[in-house]
């Protein structure tokens, strides 16, 4: 059972509902892909601050209780209103790894049983290596 309050769990399905996005994209695109795709990069930014307007949503108990990366997430947010896209997909890339990824295990054992994170990504998604290898880790 959830020890978040409803609005506490609403926030964290939205982040999580966004985080899941995020890795999605990683599985599917290249950072060079997004990085030379204009909508690809506004969906990363959007994201990103999107994400953070959820976090802002959550109460400070909830944040403390939390074992996630509250300061990384803000840089990221704040990294997401860079004018330079190169410099800001290459650093939110990494941020999805860094950040989202950690965010996303956090509140997915808050939220698990919440029917509308269901279907959120596992932040220990793998993707398949090209020629049948092993799965190795993202």
């Given at each position: ?17 966004h985080a899941s996005y995020l890795q999605a994209l ?72 860094r950040v989202v990824r950690p965010l996303a295990a ?33």
């Amino acid at each position: 059972m959830s020890r978040l309050a409803a609005s506490d769990r609403d926030a964290a399905v939205e982040i999580l509902q966004h985080a899941s996005y995020l890795q999605a994209l990683t599985l599917t695109a290249t950072r060079a892909q997004v990085v030379r795709s204009d909508q690809a990069r506004a969906d990363l930014v959007d994201r990103y601050r999107r994400i953070g307007a959820a976090a802002g949503r959550l109460s400070k108990a909830a944040r403390d209780r939390l074992d996630a990366p509250w300061d990384a997430l803000e840089r990221a947010v704040r990294t997401a209103k860079r004018a330079d896209p190169e410099d800001q997909v290459k650093e939110l890339w990494t941020g999805i790894r860094r950040v989202v990824r950690p965010l996303a295990a956090a509140l997915r054992d808050e939220v698990g049983e919440d029917p509308s994170a269901a279907f959120a990504l596992d932040p220990e998604v793998r993707r398949a290596e090209p020629g049948g290898k092993k799965a190795r880790r993202r």
